[in-house]
């Protein structure tokens, strides 16, 4: 049973271009909602983290998006550059819940010069 | 900065062989967590250590073991080490006990049980 849940496992878009990745969850309990950016052989890195008492969170060219009603979160990259390229996880965490963190399978976003 | 280093890098195990991956972390983070990773998966979070003295188990504890050493030093041991058990291992960190804080990671040590 998968409580995050990245539908699309890749995707590419031209330089310049915005990049959109989708992530949906099932676990009404879930709180605290996070990004993270991973190139080959190396470990996640953070990017971008949304509470749920909220509805968006901006940081420079990252934007997340978070639907309550919907279960539904999104990542938007603008402008995507080359160096975007690598795998994006999103992942959940519950309160009480020790910050334990549900990870989605991943998306591998592709920026084409 | 060196944040969370995990050591080794790499491994190849024998089936039946034991091993112990060793994590530790410079940012006096109170949790910490060890996580695999397969082809095609998310990270699966195996034990956690919300802590220093504290661990308990995660989505796939079974066929390890973990030990929190002290507040800096988390370690994960494979008792008898099994094929199913070739995976990317990544350790984490996160710093205050409540309130919403990322995890930090460590760049995995990627393990190979034949």
């Known amino acids: 049973d998968q409580q995050v849940k990245q539908n699309s496992p890749s995707l590419s878009v031209q330089e310049g271009r915005i990049s959109i990745l989708n992530c949906d969850y099932t676990n009404s309990m879930f709180d605290y909602f996070l990004w993270y950016k991973k190139y080959p052989a190396e470990g996640p890195t953070f990017l971008i983290s949304?509470?749920?008492?909220?509805d968006k969170n901006e940081d420079g060219r990252f934007t997340v998006f978070l639907n309550k009603s919907a279960k539904h979160l999104s990542l938007h990259i603008v402008p995507s550059q080359p160096g975007d390229s690598a795998v994006y996880f999103c992942a959940a965490s519950a309160k009480g819940g020790s910050e334990k963190l549900v990870f989605g399978k991943g998306t591998k976003l592709t920026v084409n010069p | 900065n060196a944040g969370v280093t995990q050591t080794p890098k790499f491994q190849v195990l024998k089936t039946g062989q034991s091993m112990t991956l060793q994590c530790a972390q410079d940012?006096?983070?109170?949790?910490m967590y060890w996580y695999r990773q397969d082809p095609g998966m998310g990270l699966r979070l195996i034990y956690y250590s919300a802590s220093e003295g504290t661990t308990d188990k995660g989505e796939v504890p079974n066929g390890y073991n973990v030990s929190r050493l002290n507040k800096r030093e988390f370690s994960l041991r494979l008792e008898s080490a099994a094929p199913s058990q070739t995976s990317v291992y990544f350790c984490a960190s996160r710093g205050q006990v409540e309130g919403n804080q990322p995890q930090h990671f460590g760049d995995g040590t990627r393990l190979s049980i034949l």
């Open positions: 940012m006096n983070h109170n949790s």
């Open positions: 949304i509470s749920s008492i909220k």
